[in-house]
């Protein structure tokens, strides 16, 4: 069974345009993030939460919102898509904050 | 600021050697160091860990080595195979919910 599942894998859209991608983990996990991948490898947390309750928001603009319909789940969702979005998005849960993550396969997005 | 390792260098070794892999951070206070793999096309894989009231720890041909005196951290992999080929990034904690990764190391392994 995939621990950490993402969809869709590949994301290929048109500036301007909203888009959402999916994450779920059955690890029974309290805790989940989002970071973001660039080109050069460098990854950065965007968001956690912590039993449907957001507890880091890095400055990341406002036109991603995160959302967590239950400690399984968390959800990202993109408004008005831009070209330096394109990058590989990737979902996490740990059991404990701050502990060893376990990561998805990541979402590659396309913008263009 | 925050910041934990190198921008990504690259690293070349021949199969059957080992390899080591240096990590710099800059929060005194992190507690916490974690080295992860990602191979192509994945997401980041655990490695090992290592508390900050340890220096060594062992694990399956792999060793994490933690300098606190001088902040660093490194990854030793011993008999590096085709399949460590990945980039390996390590990364630090506080005792919070944040993660800090460093820039990661790419590993060719040489057949």
């Known amino acids: 069974d995939t621990a950490v599942s993402q969809t869709p894998k590949y994301l290929v859209t048109q500036m301007g345009n909203d888009k959402s991608i999916k994450c779920e983990q059955n690890?029974?996990?309290?805790?989940m993030y989002w970071y973001k991948q660039d080109s050069k490898k460098f990854l950065k947390i965007m968001f956690s939460?912590?039993?449907?309750?957001?507890?880091i928001n890095e400055t990341v603009p406002n036109r991603f919102s995160p959302k967590s319909p239950d400690k399984a789940h968390l959800n990202l969702h993109i408004n008005s898509l831009e070209l330096g979005d394109s990058a590989v998005y990737f979902c996490?849960?740990?059991?404990?904050?701050?502990?060893?993550?376990?990561f998805g396969p990541g979402t590659r997005l396309l913008v263009l | 600021g925050e910041s934990v390792g190198l921008h990504l260098p690259t690293l070349s070794v021949q199969e059957g050697d080992n390899s080591i892999i240096n990590c710099a951070y800059s929060n005194s206070a992190s507690d916490y160091f974690i080295w992860y793999k990602q191979e192509s096309g994945k997401g980041p894989q655990f490695i090992i860990d290592i508390r900050s009231n340890m220096d060594k720890r062992q694990g399956q041909r792999v060793t994490v080595l933690l300098n606190k005196t001088v902040k660093h951290l490194s990854l030793q992999i011993a008999a590096t195979q085709p399949g460590d080929s990945a980039v390996y990034f390590c990364a630090e904690n506080t005792g919070g919910f944040k993660t800090i990764f460093g820039a990661g190391t790419r590993l060719f392994v040489k057949a």
């Open positions: 939460y912590n039993n449907k309750e957001l507890i």
């Open positions: 690890l029974g996990h309290d805790t």
């Open positions: 996490a849960s740990s059991q404990v904050d701050g502990e060893t993550q376990y």
